[in-house]
């Protein structure tokens, strides 16, 4: 893209892939830093409506989706619609219990997990340079 104020056609009537790869080489453009204060900004504008049209567009196709839920006596499938609320509820939930175990300090009597000497590599090899493999029983 080589002019960010263009905006080129509206997010409304490109495809969501088309979208995403505009907003992707905006922001290429954007990271370089070889825009002027005025492109940057209207580049930026144009990457937030592109974004919005993404999340819409993404928003929209959670809606369509339909779990699998079971069959029927028939054997019909039993669809239930997909709640991603539900699932965003849960992936947090799941974070905040990681994220309060790492803050918390090992429980009196469990003692912490120690660094092994193994756990440091040994430096790389010279390229060209002739490796030998450790014998057996050296190893251990």
Not at 15 to 21: G, I
Not at 63 to 92: C, H, V, W, Y
Not at 96 to 119: I, L, M, N, W
């Amino acid at each position: 893209m080589s002019d960010p104020t263009s905006g080129g056609c509206p997010p409304g009537e490109q495809s969501f892939e088309a979208c995403l790869s505009e907003l992707q080489d905006l922001v290429r453009l954007l990271e370089g830093g070889s825009l002027g204060l005025a492109e940057s900004i209207a580049g930026f504008e144009r990457g937030i409506s592109l974004l919005r049209h993404c999340y819409q567009t993404l928003e929209q196709a959670e809606q369509k989706i339909e779990l699998l839920s079971g069959f029927d006596r028939s054997g019909n499938p039993i669809m239930t619609p997909f709640d991603a609320a539900s699932t965003l509820e849960t992936s947090q939930a799941a974070a905040d219990r990681r994220e309060k175990a790492r803050a918390e300090p090992a429980p009196k009597g469990v003692a912490e997990p120690k660094k092994s000497q193994q756990s440091e590599r040994a430096p790389e090899p010279e390229p060209g340079a002739e490796v030998s493999l450790p014998g057996e029983g050296e190893l251990f």
